[in-house]
Structures are given as C-alpha cells and as structure tokens.
C-alpha cells in the first residue's frame, strides 16, 4: 500500500488489509473496547485514520532494534556494563 496523508480516512476493509486482519475482527476490537484504535464514524460507516493506523502499529512494536534493553543482569545473573 501507498503512503497516504495521515489524515486521510480508510474504510474498515482497507484497514484491515493494511493491518493483515479480518473485517471482523476491527468490529470486535471496537464493540470489546479491546484496543484503543481510534474510529471516524461518518453516518454508520467506521473509518479508520491511516496516521491512526500508523501510531496502532508503532505503540504495538516490541523489540525494536534502538530501544535501551532495561534490563541490568544478563541471562547468567551477570551484571551488565553501562
């Protein structure tokens, strides 16, 4: 998919295949509250902010390669330099 302007408004389909999930399952995490992906209601249609879309993935991102590892021991209970 292109990059779009961050405020345009995808539809619940477009989103979904954005995030590799189920039309479905969009509706579920909004009627469950499970996760606090913003929606645009236009009439009764559900659209979905792609700068929205974009902020969702990135909180959802573990692992990533410049994040400062917390932790102050090794895997062997060894303290850690710096």
């Known amino acids: 998919m292109e990059p779009f302007d961050k405020n345009r ?3 619940r389909k477009e989103a979904a295949a954005y995030l590799g999930v ?3 399952t969009l509706a579920l ?3 469950t509250k499970r996760y606090d992906l913003p929606v645009v209601k236009v009439g009764r ?3 979905y902010r792609y700068g929205d879309l974009l902020d969702f ?3 959802r991102t573990v692992n990533k390669p410049n994040e ?3 932790l ?3 895997v062997k209970g060894n303290k850690r330099n710096g």
Do not use: C, G, R
């Open 22 to 24: 189920k039309e479905l």
């Open 9 to 11: 408004l995808l539809t």
């Open 29 to 31: 995490w909004k009627s």
């Open 45 to 47: 249609l559900a659209k």
């Open 72 to 74: 102050k021991y090794d």
């Open 68 to 70: 400062v590892n917390p």
């Open 57 to 59: 993935i990135e909180m």
